[in-house]
């Protein structure tokens, strides 16, 4: 019998109506991909746990709902799923199970999840800055810096690796206004002293 925890059924039933079926659906999804799968409560919202480490986890919000994979770094994403743009989840703004992949390629997606667990694969850790190094960034970021005093501030206080993420996230955008929305979200999350990945890191 899939391993469930009654505080996932509490959320569940305490979700916007049309978050229910969603969250629901992958419920069932992720226990028929992975029986072994061990459901828990991090971060007030479920996860998905399996050989002992966090595979996936979903949550619902008021006006959609999100899944994500927590070694999604270490992913293929084959079909082109995940979406960078978005603060939590890897599968973009769910409002409905019709905006879900087919539970074949959501199978696909959590076997390989469970593989990279079987695997001892990590989450991918933080790089440490060469002593001394500067690191270039764009002008172009640095003026949409300047323009938020809270943002400047943390974002000349965060550590190399931390800016490093931002920068590279927003020079390798392949648009205008791909780099344009980044940057976007990037000064809220600075101004809120978030880091690139904070979505993904422990607390």
């Not at 931002?166 to 990037?186: G, L, N, S």
């Amino acid at each position: 019998m899939p391993k469930t925890d009654p505080r996932v059924d509490a959320y569940i039933a305490n979700a916007e109506p049309f978050a229910q079926p969603v969250l629901n659906h992958l419920r069932r999804i992720v226990h028929a991909a992975c029986p072994n799968a061990e459901e828990t409560m991090k971060w007030s919202f479920p996860h998905f746990d399996y050989n002992g480490q966090m595979m996936c986890s979903m949550a619902s919000f008021k006006k959609h709902c999100a899944f994500g994979f927590w070694k999604a770094q270490a992913m293929s994403d084959p079909h082109k799923l995940f979406n960078p743009e978005v603060a939590m989840g890897h599968l973009g703004k769910i409002t409905s199970v019709k905006d879900l992949p087919s539970q074949k390629i959501l199978t696909q997606y959590i076997k390989e999840a469970m593989k990279l667990n079987d695997e001892g694969v990590k989450f991918p850790g933080r790089v440490k800055a060469p002593a001394n190094k500067e690191l270039a960034v764009p002008e172009y970021f640095t003026k949409t810096l300047s323009k938020n005093k809270a943002a400047r501030k943390n974002f000349d206080a965060f550590p190399y690796s931390h800016k490093k993420d931002y920068v590279e996230w927003i020079t390798e955008a392949k648009t205008d206004a791909t780099r344009e929305k980044r940057m976007a979200t990037a000064v809220e999350w600075i101004t809120e002293g978030k880091s690139r990945n904070w979505k993904y890191e422990r607390k």
